[in-house]
C-alpha cells in the first residue's frame, strides 16, 4: 500500500477535531411534563449537540463518522496498491516492428512475443487506465492515441506486421515522449530486442521508461556486403558473409547473374567473424543476386541483389551544411545511398558517384558528378563576380536539368554573380547574372547554382524535388529501365507518367498508388523480395534488400541506453493501482450505517 | 364541573351492588349478611335451647316431634365499609380528557351503587391533604358524595400517591373493601397498597391511564420533568427507549395488580378512551365486582 499524496493524511487530525468538539457541545433539551418520570430509561443516547460543553461519552455514531472521515481522508490521499504489470494509469506502448523482431529465436517470432506482451498488457488494464501505442518501424507513427478502450485497442494491435527495415526507435520514443508530455504518473513501455541505434536525443519528462526486452539469442548469419567493382578483368563481385553469433557457423553462399547460379561455395565462419567472395561475372547481366542456405533465425538478411547499371545505384557524398529539403529529395531516390561529410576525403571523392558541396567552397573532386549548392570554390565551371541581392527570375533555357522545374516566382535571398567558363552552359537566368550553370566534361559533370537553397523558398516549391531528381539523372547518368534494388523500408520515389500506379508486392498482393507531379512516392517496400511496379505500360522490377548489420546483430539488448541513461529490462515492472474506489464504497457503506443508527436512535 | 351521570348511566347502576370476595365484619346493621349469627331471616344453622334463649326462634315442630327443644339461629346482617379512595395527585392531571374526570365519574357510578345498597362509603381523597368525611349512607347522602366530589382541593404541597396510601392504611379505618381510583404512576404505590392489603382491606385497583401513558407520542431529545415533583430525566425518546418505556410500564402494571390481588382484592385498567358505560358492563359486571 502507498498513497500518492500522503500529505493529506494531516487532514485527518483537524478534521477530527471538529466532529470531536461538536460532541463536547452540550445538548439543548426541550422541555416536556409528563406524569411520571421514573418509567423512563436513565440511559439516553445523544445524538445531537447545540450548546456548550459536556464531557465526552463513548458513542458509535462518533466512532462511524471518525471512521467515515478516516476513509475520506484516505482516498483524498489516494491509496495505491503495488501490482506487477506493464501498463500504469497512462501508458504508451512502444512496439519495435524492425526486421531483427522477425527472428523466430522465440515462437512464432520476437514481433508476435511482443504483440502477445501488448496484448495481454491491454486485457490486463485496469478500467480507466489509458494507453496509447506506437509502431517503432521505419517510420514511426500512432497506432492508437490515449484511450480506455481496450476493444478498439486491440482491433488495432491485430493487424501489425513485423517490417524487414531498420527502425528510428529514437523517433519513436520521441513520438511517446510527446504523447504524454506534461502527464504525471505516465509510463513509456518499449517492447523491444533493443536491436536499434542508440537514443542520445531523448527526454522521458515526467515519464517512466519500461524497457523489455524480447529474443533469446544472437545466432545469425547474413550478408553483410554485395557489390561489384570493374577492373581489367572485367566486373568483379564481392559478397561478404557475417556470423553474429557465438558459434562457428558453416552456411552455402550462391550467387546468381540474372537468375542463373554462377558461384556457390560452403563458407565456414567463425563466431563474430566474415568471409567473403570475391568473383568475375559474365558480361550483359543485369541483375546479381546472392543468397545464404543458413537456417538461422532472421531469412530477411540471407539475400541481397545488385543492380548491374551504374546509375542504378548512385553513392552520393554530401559535404556541408545541414539542409533536411535537400536531404529528403536525395533520400527520396531509390538509387541513392547519402553520406555525409565535413570535408572532401582525401581520396578526392573517387568512391562517391556524385559529390555536393552545399554551402562551402568547392574542390576538385575525382567523383563523376560534382554538384555545386551556392558558393564557386576551385574547379567549379564559373568565375565570381561578385553577389546580387534578390534577383528575380529572368529566363530559363530548355534543359533536361529544368525539365518540370518552374522557377518563376522563386524568391532568391542572394545570389553569387557568377560568368561561365569554359564549355559551361547557363541553364537559367536572373537580372542579376546566372543562376543555373552545367558543364559537361569528358569525365566529370558539373551543376553550379549560384544561390544556396535555404536562401530562397525554392525547397518549398513543388519543383524541388523534381529538379533534384533531374540533377541525380545528369550527374549520375540517367538509370535504364532494368531492376531497381532499394534498401528495405526506405521511401522512394519512381516516374510515373500514368494518371494511376500499382505495386505489386511479394506476398502477393497490390497497392494501388497515387501519382503526383509525374512521380509516385512508395513506402510500402517493407519487406525484403522482389516487388512490381505499373504506370501505364511501365512495368519495372524493384528488389528491396536489408543490408544492415545493425539489424542483423540480433543479440538481443538487456540494456538499453536513453540519453546516456541505462535503461535495464524488467519483465514485470511494478506499478501502483490506485485503491480509491474500494475505499469510496466502504465509506458509503459506514456512511449508511452512521444514518441507520442515527435514525434508530433519534 | 359536570359530574351528574347521564340517565341512562343511572338506569344501569339501578340494582348493581358492590360484591366483594369476603365479608367484612359490620358496625351497625345493614343489608348484607354476615358469618355472626343474628336476627336477619337467612336461616343458618340448629342448636340446642339454653335458658334465657328467646322463644320466639325455639322450633317447635321440632320439638313436638322429638320432644327436644331446639333454636332455630339466623345470619346477621351488617353494613359494608366502602372507602373510595380517588387519586388527586398531580400526575391524574393528565390526559384528554383528564384522568382525574374520568376517575370522578367512576367514583360518582361506584358511591351510587354503594349507597343505594346501604353501603356505609367512606370517600378518601389522596394525594391532598384534606380531613376525613364521616361515612355517608343512603341514597340521600349521594348529592354530599356529589358536593365532596366535584370539589378541587387546593393544596400547595400535594403528597405521593404512596404516601396518602401509607397514611390511609395507618388510620383507624375499619375495614372494607378500598376502591382505589388511580393511575398508579409512583414506584411505591405496589407496596403501598400491600399495606392496605395488610390492613385487612379487599383492595379493588382501578388503574386508569390514558394515551399518554399508554403509548407516550414524543420524540426527540427531551428532559422530561415529573408531574409528581420528582427529578427531572434527560431521555433521548427514540424506538428503543419508548420500548424501554413500555416494558417499564407493564411491568410496574403487574406489580400493582399482583400488590392487589394478594389480599382477595382486584384490579383492572381503565383506559380514559373508553366509555363508562362499557366499562362497567364488560368489566366490573362480567368479571364480578359487581352483582
Request: hydrophobic content about 30%.
Given at each position: 500500500m502507498n498513497f500518492a499524496r500522503p500529505d493529506a493524511l494531516f487532514l485527518f487530525l483537524p478534521l477530527a477535531a471538529v466532529i470531536i468538539a461538536l460532541y463536547l457541545l452540550r445538548m439543548k433539551r426541550r422541555e416536556m411534563q409528563v406524569p411520571a418520570t421514573f418509567l423512563w430509561p436513565t440511559h439516553t443516547e445523544e445524538v445531537r449537540a447545540n450548546a456548550l460543553f459536556q464531557k465526552l461519552k463513548p458513542s458509535w455514531l462518533l466512532f462511524l463518522q471518525l471512521l467515515a472521515l478516516a476513509v475520506t481522508v484516505g482516498c483524498i490521499a489516494r491509496p495505491q496498491l503495488v501490482q506487477r504489470g506493464l501498463t500504469g494509469e497512462i501508458t504508451v506502448l512502444v512496439l519495435d516492428s524492425s526486421a531483427s523482431m522477425g527472428a523466430t529465436d522465440v515462437s512464432p517470432s520476437r514481433f508476435e512475443e511482443a504483440k502477445r506482451l501488448a496484448k495481454a498488457a491491454i486485457e490486463s488494464a485496469r478500467p480507466g487506465d489509458r494507453i496509447a501505442m506506437v509502431e517503432a518501424g521505419p517510420v514511426p507513427r500512432v497506432v492508437f492515441s490515449l484511450s480506455s478502450d481496450p476493444v478498439r485497442q486491440l482491433a488495432e494491435l491485430q493487424p501489425l506486421t513485423v517490417s524487414d527495415a531498420e527502425t528510428d526507435a529514437g523517433e519513436a520514443m520521441r513520438l511517446a515522449s510527446a504523447i504524454v508530455?506534461?502527464?504525471?504518473?505516465a509510463r513509456i513501455v518499449l517492447l523491444s530486442d533493443g536491436v536499434f541505434e542508440r537514443i542520445d536525443d531523448f527526454s522521458q519528462g515526467n515519464a517512466s521508461v519500461v524497457f523489455q526486452s524480447v529474443g533469446k539469442s544472437g545466432e545469425n548469419l547474413a550478408i553483410e556486403a554485395f557489390g561489384s567493382s570493374e577492373s581489367q578483368k572485367g566486373r568483379l563481385l564481392f559478397a561478404s558473409v557475417r556470423n553474429f553469433g557465438d558459434k562457428v557457423a558453416t552456411t552455402n553462399l550462391t550467387i546468381l547473374a540474372d537468375g542463373k547460379v554462377v558461384d556457390s561455395s560452403q563458407l565456414q565462419i567463425p563466431s563474430q567473424q566474415s568471409q567473403s567472395r570475391t568473383i568475375a561475372v559474365p558480361a550483359g547481366a543485369t541483375l546479381f543476386e546472392t543468397r545464404i542456405d543458413a537456417k538461422d533465425a532472421l531469412a530477411a538478411d540471407n539475400y541481397s541483389a545488385l543492380s548491374a547499371d551504374p546509375a542504378a545505384s548512385l553513392q552520393v557524398l554530401k559535404i556541408g551544411g545541414e539542409d533536411p529539403f535537400l536531404d529528403r529529395a536525395l533520400a527520396l531516390d531509390p538509387r541513392v545511398t547519402l553520406d555525409r561529410a565535413d570535408r572532401l576525403p582525401l581520396d578526392g571523392g573517387s568512391s562517391y558517384d556524385i559529390v555536393v558541396f552545399d554551402g562551402v567552397a568547392s574542390e576538385p573532386t575525382t567523383s563523376r558528378g560534382v554538384l555545386i549548392l551556392g558558393k564557386a570554390g576551385t574547379g567549379s565551371p564559373v568565375r565570381i563576380t561578385g553577389t546580387a541581392a534578390r534577383?528575380?527570375?529572368?529566363g530559363a533555357s530548355s534543359s533536361e536539368i529544368l525539365k518540370g522545374v518552374d522557377l518563376d516566382g522563386v524568391y532568391f535571398e542572394e545570389i553569387e554573380v557568377a560568368q561561365p567558363i569554359g564549355s559551361a552552359e547557363v541553364l537559367a537566368r536572373s537580372a542579376a547574372g546566372p543562376l543555373i550553370i552545367a558543364d559537361t566534361k569528358p569525365n566529370q559533370r558539373v551543376v553550379y547554382t549560384a544561390f544556396s537553397p535555404l536562401e530562397s523558398d525554392f525547397p518549398l516549391q513543388i519543383g524541388f524535388p523534381i529538379f533534384v531528381s533531374n540533377l541525380l539523372d545528369f550527374l549520375g547518368g540517367e538509370a535504364g529501365e532494368g531492376p531497381l534494388v532499394v534498401p528495405v523500408g526506405r521511401a522512394f520515389s519512381l516516374p510515373a507518367n500514368a494518371p494511376s500506379a500499382s505495386l505489386k508486392v511479394p506476398t502477393g498482393g497490390e497497392v494501388q498508388l497515387k501519382p503526383n507531379g509525374g512521380a509516385v512516392t512508395i513506402?510500402?517496400?517493407?519487406?525484403v523480395g522482389t516487388y512490381e511496379f505499373r504506370s501505364g505500360n511501365a512495368v519495372r522490377k524493384v528488389i528491396a534488400v536489408l543490408q544492415s548489420p545493425r539489424e542483423s546483430a540480433?543479440?538481443?539488448?538487456r540494456e538499453i541506453a536513453l540519453a546516456r541513461k541505462p535503461v535495464k529490462s524488467t519483465d514485470a515492472p511494478l506499478r501502483f493501482a490506485d485503491f480509491w474506489q474500494p475505499l469510496i464504497l466502504l465509506g458509503l457503506l459506514i456512511l449508511g450505517a452512521e444514518w441507520w443508527l442515527y435514525a434508530r436512535r433519534s | 364541573m359536570d359530574l351528574l351521570l347521564p340517565p341512562r348511566t343511572f338506569r344501569m347502576l339501578e340494582g348493581l351492588r358492590i360484591s366483594p370476595r369476603k365479608s367484612q365484619p359490620g358496625r351497625v346493621r345493614g343489608e348484607r349478611l354476615t358469618r355472626r349469627a343474628g336476627l336477619s331471616i337467612e336461616f343458618a344453622d340448629y342448636r340446642d335451647y339454653a335458658e334465657g334463649d328467646d322463644l320466639r326462634h325455639l322450633d317447635w315442630n321440632v320439638l313436638a316431634r322429638l320432644d327436644s327443644p331446639v333454636m332455630r339461629t339466623y345470619r346477621d346482617e351488617e353494613d359494608l365499609a366502602v372507602h373510595l379512595l380517588l387519586d388527586d395527585s398531580p400526575s391524574m392531571a393528565f390526559g384528554e380528557p383528564t384522568k382525574l374526570l374520568i376517575a370522578r365519574h367512576l367514583a360518582a357510578a361506584l358511591g351510587y351503587i354503594a349507597l343505594s345498597n346501604g353501603d356505609a362509603l367512606y370517600p378518601v381523597r389522596l394525594g391532598r391533604r384534606e380531613p376525613p368525611l364521616s361515612a355517608l349512607r343512603g341514597r340521600s347522602s349521594f348529592g354530599r358524595f356529589a358536593s365532596w366530589l366535584g370539589r378541587d382541593v387546593a393544596d400547595d404541597a400535594p403528597t405521593s400517591l404512596s404516601s396518602s396510601l401509607r397514611a390511609f392504611a395507618n388510620s383507624?379505618?375499619?375495614a372494607g373493601v378500598a376502591i382505589v381510583l388511580s393511575d398508579g404512576l409512583d414506584p411505591d404505590a405496589a407496596a403501598s397498597i400491600r399495606a392496605l392489603v395488610g390492613r385487612g382491606h379487599e383492595v379493588w385497583l382501578v388503574q386508569i391511564l390514558s394515551d399518554l401513558d399508554l403509548e407516550p407520542d414524543i420524540e426527540g431529545d427531551l428532559r422530561l420533568t415529573d408531574g409528581e415533583g420528582g427529578a427531572p430525566t434527560d431521555i433521548t425518546a427514540n424506538s428503543i427507549a419508548l420500548r424501554k418505556y413500555r416494558d417499564n410500564l407493564h411491568e410496574h402494571n403487574e406489580g400493582l395488580a399482583d400488590s392487589a390481588k394478594r389480599g382477595g382484592g382486584r384490579y383492572a385498567i381503565f383506559e380514559t378512551s373508553r366509555p363508562l358505560d362499557r366499562f362497567i358492563q364488560d368489566t366490573l359486571k362480567r368479571e364480578g365486582w359487581l352483582s
Open positions: 508530455a506534461g502527464t504525471e504518473g534577383p528575380k527570375f529572368n513506402r510500402e517496400a517493407k519487406r540480433l543479440a538481443p539488448e | 383507624r379505618a375499619r
